[in-house]
């Protein structure tokens, strides 16, 4: 949580917001046969050459230096020994310049935590590790967006399903019992698929827009995007909300704002972190501050993460202060300072802190 929230406050505070790039349109979708298990070599387990008829597979990417897909790991071997009849392989891909030499010791490591075939990518001589057979075939070509990543291989050798590992174990007790709603799931991905397509869309339009500070421009493009798509709301409300407050449409900005926190935001932590911080970020200097409700986002957003996230705890301080509440600012900001000592944010977390102690904003 900490890292999603200060890639918000980056964002937040950032001069020209920047939106990602839309990647190709995947090639490799869920109903589409599997492509060919094209690998260097086999680290652990008997070799397996080709999608067998009848048998059902996990293909699973994950790569040395990557913290989730070691957490992952264990599981799917939980998983390995509850789904017998299930063959899980583990392909190592986007390993950095050499590291694939790492793989058999990392695997023989883990032992019996790592209990499933395991096998490198094939990583042409001389080529980047995302030009590996396996990377390429699988990973790029579907369209996944990180590792650790698996798919589910039916009997049929067409995939039935892709995603995280962690969210798999449901859905292969299914295909497992047969009791697997393929269409149903090529629907539900396809509306995904969709949402990220125009999600996509959208950024790449407000990135343009904002390169030349067009934030009327920006407003209308999310108006209309939404329009068509109710649900990018979701994603792009807050940006919304802040390019309403950069218009001084504080009337209505403030009502919208009103509006996500107690609908469609009311659970999301990010979003209101960021409502409150678009509120009171100093270098917006807006006419009107509408404190309540920027209190209001603050303490939900620190329900939310049960009072344990030091840039929330941060962000509700600074409100409390800006709201007249010294008290409850330094209460606040003790419990942030508590949570980030010794690391790079103490120090100024304990800045504001001594502002708030004394009243007044330290000089400058």
Known sequence: MLKSLLLVASLLFASLQTF???????????????????VKQWAKGEAVTAFAKDKLYVVEFWATWCGPCKTSIPHLTEMQKKFKDVTFIGVSVFEHESDQAKVAPFVEKMGADMDYRVALDDVPEGKKNNEGAMAKNWMIASGAQGIPTAFIVGKDGHIAWMGHPMQMEETLAKVVAGKYDLAAYQKEKADEDALEAASQELGQKLNELMQGQDTKGALAAIDAAIAKTPKLEERFGT?????????????????????????????????????????????????????????????????????????????????????????????????????VKGSKNEKEFQGRLDEYKAGKPAAK
Do not use: H, W
Not at 306 to 329: H, I, N, Q, R, T
């Open 20 to 38: 990602a790039q839309a990647p190709a349109a995947p090639t490799l979708k869920v109903g589409d046969a599997a492509p060919a298990l094209q």
């Open 239 to 339: 940006y919304k909300f802040k390019f309403m407050l950069d218009n001084k449409d504080f009337t209505g900005g403030y009502a919208y704002g009103a509006k996500l926190a107690a609908g469609l935001l009311k659970d999301d932590a990010q979003g209101q972190y960021f409502m409150a911080g678009s509120i009171t970020d100093p270098d917006s200097k807006y006419e009107t501050l509408d404190l309540k409700l920027a209190l209001k986002c603050a303490q939900r957003a620190n329900e939310i993460t049960k009072g344990k996230e030091p840039m929330v705890l941060d962000m509700l301080a600074k409100v409390y202060f800006a709201s007249g509440d010294s008290a409850k600012a330094v209460e606040t900001q003790t419990k942030a300072v508590e949570l």
